[in-house]
């Protein structure tokens, strides 16, 4: 993390009150993040699929109804999709799942074990009300159990580029992560409009 950012946070946290602790460890992060270790990769494609299908059906009105017309649609669009430039290995990975069998049922349950060992007990044992990381790092953490996160613009780096902070809690945590969110960006006041170079 920057200087800048530390100190920035740092100041805000003062300015709210509140009580920064820094570089607390979250346990079975490394296994949290490899997607194949975790189990994520065994439960995502059924779960989008499965969401995912649910979402398509529902609409009003919707060019594709499910995965597979997702799929056919893009086929058909390459350029306006852009499938050489992002392809779409997730839909069809997830087109290929049958729903969810014993071995999605058990990737998910070491999903929710890993998240409730992680995150939520560090949340839990330290009383606190948020986790603060450098731009969306905390994402896949927070995914595994839909715990929620917001992530607020920081600052710019020396080249002029943006970087953000994500701020994460437990379920339940939504209103109180949008009033720190909104508190930060009233704060920092890092927030530019794009400046786009021709």
């Given at each position: ?113 890993l998240s409730a060992n992680g995150v939520e007990k560090l949340m839990k ?74």
């Amino acid at each position: 993390m920057s200087i800048w950012l530390c100190r920035t946070l740092s100041s805000f946290m003062r300015h709210q009150g509140a009580t920064l602790i820094d570089n607390l460890d979250i346990a079975n992060l490394s296994v949290i993040q490899d997607v194949t270790k975790s189990g994520l990769l065994t439960a995502l494609p059924a779960e989008f699929k499965l969401n995912l299908n649910n979402y398509l059906s529902n609409l009003s009105y919707s060019p594709v109804r499910s995965l597979a017309e997702l799929i056919a649609f893009n086929n058909a669009h390459p350029v306006e999709e852009r499938l050489e430039q992002y392809g779409h290995q997730l839909l069809l990975l997830s087109e290929n799942t049958t729903g969810i069998g014993s071995k999605e049922r058990d990737a998910i349950r070491q999903l929710e074990e890993l998240s409730a060992n992680g995150v939520e007990k560090l949340m839990k044992e330290h009383q606190l009300d948020a986790i603060l990381t450098p731009d969306s790092r905390a994402a896949t953490v927070l995914a595994y159990n839909g715990l929620p996160g917001i992530v607020v613009p920081a600052g710019y780096d020396e080249q002029g580029v943006p970087f953000s902070v994500c701020f994460g809690g437990l379920q339940g945590y939504e209103l109180r992560l949008i009033e720190m969110g909104y508190a930060f960006e009233q704060d920092t006041k890092a927030r530019r409009p794009p400046m786009f170079k021709n």
